[in-house]
């Protein structure tokens, strides 16, 4: 038997294949971490169909975080002025009911509510939704994919009728144009830019486009960099389609036979003339042409983009913006070509299945659609109507819930948002206002444990064996290779004891996690992300799947999801891309342009608050550092946080390199030591996004965001807000 157990990385959500040997296993010299600690080994996994055997640094160094500063037992409080004192989990569970019971019959279910994560694996996601959406009775369910991707979900679903990204890893080497906008891919997502770049590199004629008001590596890779200014994506995205109207690059059968709304959209893109389109973007208009030129001209454009699109207060208007230049060039459901959002977090995706955001339901139902509610109560064994028919509190919602007294318990698990949520104080000051707050992780401390009322211990990465879903739809066991330390527990398991103490015993009568995920499956038949073929048995036995994945026999596409009542909506089964049918998920079975004009950044600048502050990651932390500040080698290459800017606007300021400078929105301040670099656009800033209170004194990003958020997908515009800069001294 192999002594390498594969698994997952828990990073992000390129979603790369390891392999972990325990450290009795292999050199004693060098399994060590700098406290004597023994390390696992990590390495890539050559068989996994997503990786190839690459990891990044992040995945190659994920060992060293598994024994550090973890939470090791159930911990309560009855104040947050007071020490925590441990309990068992007994009395834990006994407290956490009571206070539910009691909220639940004086309150109402709305007053309770459930903050997850992309960390989570798909059955934490799935026993969450059980527990929340079904036994509790409200919907108030939401995870810090909202902050990440939820732009991503309400373009799909707006566009083709159903989420889901449309293409696959292999288009990256199929392509003939990639078009990046609001991507850092080379450090947010490496592995999937080391598969671009190689195959770029190789092939002279392929064209690489990236949009970014950085000059990020991604962009040093690119053949052509657009530095727009902050909040003009529309604009740029309606330019190119205008010249590719002007220049006659539409595919007219396309748009005949599979889409619809172009008229409306054409009207817009009328008003986008290319000196217009220049000037608003401050790009030149030979750049737009060449970008225009390089999308016209290719057999196969693969456009790319994450959280510079997503993160804003048109997110899901940009999305779609997106999404109409493949349409009107029939750039979708083909080798090398389609709109392709990559994910932030390991599981997002698998989050996105199992209906973890606070409108959905598992297997990409709506909370609003009466049939699905219907589907889900049945299939639950609930009361016709038990499943609320109103979208929960979304992440922002729950801190305005916390400040106007409508929120009596948050039930936090796997993410940190006094560093991760927009506008920080006024977000501490919620939590700080929460009657009952329950925090579940790893990790102790972080940011968030100093708001919580109940600590309980959760088992993490390669503590627990369960699912997460890639970008690329492709499914992976993650088995575990290590005891959970001392009293920790798998989400799921926390959950499902919750439930069955709350009276629920047959609904959360689970043994194992496979049990879970195959209960979960069930309800995926016949829906767009039917994986009813997928079980921890199939992925143990044939290693990562791809969905759809249907069991042989399980009936056509969208039979029975009320949504897709087409005769064409055939279920491509097991196919690497969604859309080859060139049949979508709407009534009529067309793909839906969508008509936006610019609306710009929700908080422009201004002459008190003159520059635009952008944020985002870098190569080797990750979110909050929760793990990554825990890794020494990770440390040591991004030791502190910083603020890069223009050297036009630091010598206006007098700001000299390593200066300390002060930020200042109209919510907060933070200060960095400056880099001045011509990376960054004239006018605009840019800082980390991964120092919470923990690692640094006054560099939250999150100190000076707002959360302006877009209408439909209720993303807060966490990537840009308008800041002045003041220099202080060195202290
Ligand atoms: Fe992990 Fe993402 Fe790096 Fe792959 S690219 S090793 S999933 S952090």
Redesign the pocket.
């Given at each position: 038997m192999s002594e390498f157990t594969k698994t997952?990385?828990p990073?992000?959500?390129?979603?790369?294949g390891l392999e972990v040997s325990p450290p009795a296993q292999h050199n004693k010299a060098t399994n060590r971490d700098s406290q004597g600690n023994p390390i696992w080994r990590v390495r890539g996994d050559k068989a996994h169909p997503s990786?190839q055997g690459?990891?990044?640094?992040?995945?190659?160094t994920?060992a060293e975080s598994l024994d550090k500063n973890r939470l090791h037992y159930p911990m309560v409080r009855d104040s947050l002025d007071q020490e925590f004192r441990r309990v068992s989990w007994d009395e834990a569970f006994n407290i956490i009911t009571q206070r539910i019971q009691t909220i639940r019959f004086t309150q109402g279910p709305e007053a309770l509510c459930m903050y997850g994560s992309g960390q989570f694996q798909t059955e934490d996601y799935y026993i969450a939704q059980k527990l929340m959406k079904g036994c509790l009775s409200t919907n108030n369910f939401d995870a810090n994919s909202r902050l990440c991707m939820s732009s991503a979900v309400s373009g799909y679903i707006q566009s083709f009728g159903s989420d889901g990204p449309p293409c696959c890893y292999e288009d990256l080497e199929l392509t003939d144009c990639a078009f990046l906008i609001g991507t850092n891919t080379a450090e947010c997502?490496?592995?999937?830019f080391n598969r671009l770049e190689k195959y770029h590199k190789k092939n002279r004629k392929v064209k690489m486009i990236v949009v970014d008001p950085r000059r990020t590596p991604t962009a040093e890779a690119a053949d052509l960099h657009l530095a727009i200014r902050p909040g003009t994506d529309i604009d740029l995205l309606n330019g190119i389609a205008h010249l590719l109207m002007r220049w006659n690059y539409i595919d007219t059968m396309f748009m005949d036979d599979c889409t619809s709304n172009f008229p409306a959209y054409a009207e817009v893109i009328r008003h986008y003339p290319p000196e217009v389109v220049a000037r608003q973007c401050g790009i030149s208009i030979e750049d737009l042409e060449t970008a225009a030129r390089y999308w016209g001209e290719s057999q196969r454009v693969l456009s790319l983009w994450s959280m510079g699109v997503n993160q804003s207060s048109e997110g899901t208007a940009k999305v779609r913006t997106i999404i109409n230049l493949h349409l009107m060039t029939g750039q979708i459901g083909k080798p090398g070509a389609g709109p392709f959002s990559l994910t932030g977090q390991?599981n997002a995706m698998g989050g996105r299945e199992a209906g973890g955001l606070a409108h959905l339901l598992p297997g990409y139902r709506v909370v609003k659609n009466p049939q699905h509610r219907a589907e889900v109560e049945k299939f639950w064994g609930l009361k016709p109507g038990q499943i609320s028919p109103n979208p929960g509190l979304t992440a922002w919602d729950m801190i305005t819930g916390l400040e106007n007294g409508a929120v009596e318990l948050l039930w936090i698990a796997a993410t940190n948002p006094a560093v991760s949520m927009p506008d920080l104080e006024r977000t501490k000051k919620a939590l700080l206002r929460s009657p009952f707050t329950i925090y579940q992780d790893a990790y102790y401390p972080t940011e968030t444990s100093a708001y919580a009322h109940v600590l309980l211990p959760a088992a993490q990465w390669g503590e627990k064996t369960g699912v997460m879903t890639n970008s690329e739809r492709v499914v992976t066991l993650c088995k575990a290779f290590h005891q959970p330390p001392r009293e920790a527990k798998a989400d799921w398991e926390i959950f499902a004891e919750v439930g069955r103490r709350l009276g629920f015993e047959k609904e959360f009568a689970f043994a194992n996690s496979a049990e879970v995920y195959a209960e979960f499956v069930k309800l995926t038949k016949t829906r767009p992300c039917d994986m009813t073929g997928i079980s921890h048995a199939q992925l143990q036995a044939e290693g990562p799947t791809q969905w759809p994945h249907p069991q042989e026999g399980s009936g056509e596409w969208g039979v029975g999801s009320g949504e897709s009542p087409t005769p064409h909506s055939l279920l491509p089964t097991h196919s690497k891309r969604l859309y080859t049918n060139l049949r979508f998920h709407t009534p009529d079975g067309r793909a839906r342009f969508g008509a936006y004009y610019s609306k710009g950044l929700a908080e422009p600048p201004n002459p008190d608050y003159p520059f635009v502050l952008t944020n985002g990651r870098l190569y080797g932390h990750?979110h909050t550092q929760t793990r990554t500040g825990r890794i020494e080698k990770i440390c040591k290459m991004h030791p502190e946080p910083f603020i890069e800017i223009h050297p036009r606007d630091a010598a206006r300021l007098g700001i000299l390199d390593t200066m300390y400078v002060e930020v200042r929105s109209r919510r907060g301040k933070a200060k960095f030591p400056a880099k001045v670099t011509k990376a960054i656009a004239p006018g605009t800033v840019f800082v980390p996004m991964h120092w919470g209170s923990l690692w640094a004194d006054n560099a939250e990003a999150n100190a000076l965001t707002h959360p302006e958020s877009c209408p439909d997908s209720l993303q807060p515009e966490l990537k840009a807000c308008a800041v002045q800069l003041i220099p202080i001294s060195v202290e």
């Amino acid at each position: 038997m192999s002594e390498f157990t594969k698994t997952l990385c828990p990073y992000c959500g390129v979603g790369c294949g390891l392999e972990v040997s325990p450290p009795a296993q292999h050199n004693k010299a060098t399994n060590r971490d700098s406290q004597g600690n023994p390390i696992w080994r990590v390495r890539g996994d050559k068989a996994h169909p997503s990786s190839q055997g690459m990891v990044c640094v992040k995945g190659a160094t994920i060992a060293e975080s598994l024994d550090k500063n973890r939470l090791h037992y159930p911990m309560v409080r009855d104040s947050l002025d007071q020490e925590f004192r441990r309990v068992s989990w007994d009395e834990a569970f006994n407290i956490i009911t009571q206070r539910i019971q009691t909220i639940r019959f004086t309150q109402g279910p709305e007053a309770l509510c459930m903050y997850g994560s992309g960390q989570f694996q798909t059955e934490d996601y799935y026993i969450a939704q059980k527990l929340m959406k079904g036994c509790l009775s409200t919907n108030n369910f939401d995870a810090n994919s909202r902050l990440c991707m939820s732009s991503a979900v309400s373009g799909y679903i707006q566009s083709f009728g159903s989420d889901g990204p449309p293409c696959c890893y292999e288009d990256l080497e199929l392509t003939d144009c990639a078009f990046l906008i609001g991507t850092n891919t080379a450090e947010c997502h490496p592995i999937v830019f080391n598969r671009l770049e190689k195959y770029h590199k190789k092939n002279r004629k392929v064209k690489m486009i990236v949009v970014d008001p950085r000059r990020t590596p991604t962009a040093e890779a690119a053949d052509l960099h657009l530095a727009i200014r902050p909040g003009t994506d529309i604009d740029l995205l309606n330019g190119i389609a205008h010249l590719l109207m002007r220049w006659n690059y539409i595919d007219t059968m396309f748009m005949d036979d599979c889409t619809s709304n172009f008229p409306a959209y054409a009207e817009v893109i009328r008003h986008y003339p290319p000196e217009v389109v220049a000037r608003q973007c401050g790009i030149s208009i030979e750049d737009l042409e060449t970008a225009a030129r390089y999308w016209g001209e290719s057999q196969r454009v693969l456009s790319l983009w994450s959280m510079g699109v997503n993160q804003s207060s048109e997110g899901t208007a940009k999305v779609r913006t997106i999404i109409n230049l493949h349409l009107m060039t029939g750039q979708i459901g083909k080798p090398g070509a389609g709109p392709f959002s990559l994910t932030g977090q390991p599981n997002a995706m698998g989050g996105r299945e199992a209906g973890g955001l606070a409108h959905l339901l598992p297997g990409y139902r709506v909370v609003k659609n009466p049939q699905h509610r219907a589907e889900v109560e049945k299939f639950w064994g609930l009361k016709p109507g038990q499943i609320s028919p109103n979208p929960g509190l979304t992440a922002w919602d729950m801190i305005t819930g916390l400040e106007n007294g409508a929120v009596e318990l948050l039930w936090i698990a796997a993410t940190n948002p006094a560093v991760s949520m927009p506008d920080l104080e006024r977000t501490k000051k919620a939590l700080l206002r929460s009657p009952f707050t329950i925090y579940q992780d790893a990790y102790y401390p972080t940011e968030t444990s100093a708001y919580a009322h109940v600590l309980l211990p959760a088992a993490q990465w390669g503590e627990k064996t369960g699912v997460m879903t890639n970008s690329e739809r492709v499914v992976t066991l993650c088995k575990a290779f290590h005891q959970p330390p001392r009293e920790a527990k798998a989400d799921w398991e926390i959950f499902a004891e919750v439930g069955r103490r709350l009276g629920f015993e047959k609904e959360f009568a689970f043994a194992n996690s496979a049990e879970v995920y195959a209960e979960f499956v069930k309800l995926t038949k016949t829906r767009p992300c039917d994986m009813t073929g997928i079980s921890h048995a199939q992925l143990q036995a044939e290693g990562p799947t791809q969905w759809p994945h249907p069991q042989e026999g399980s009936g056509e596409w969208g039979v029975g999801s009320g949504e897709s009542p087409t005769p064409h909506s055939l279920l491509p089964t097991h196919s690497k891309r969604l859309y080859t049918n060139l049949r979508f998920h709407t009534p009529d079975g067309r793909a839906r342009f969508g008509a936006y004009y610019s609306k710009g950044l929700a908080e422009p600048p201004n002459p008190d608050y003159p520059f635009v502050l952008t944020n985002g990651r870098l190569y080797g932390h990750w979110h909050t550092q929760t793990r990554t500040g825990r890794i020494e080698k990770i440390c040591k290459m991004h030791p502190e946080p910083f603020i890069e800017i223009h050297p036009r606007d630091a010598a206006r300021l007098g700001i000299l390199d390593t200066m300390y400078v002060e930020v200042r929105s109209r919510r907060g301040k933070a200060k960095f030591p400056a880099k001045v670099t011509k990376a960054i656009a004239p006018g605009t800033v840019f800082v980390p996004m991964h120092w919470g209170s923990l690692w640094a004194d006054n560099a939250e990003a999150n100190a000076l965001t707002h959360p302006e958020s877009c209408p439909d997908s209720l993303q807060p515009e966490l990537k840009a807000c308008a800041v002045q800069l003041i220099p202080i001294s060195v202290e």
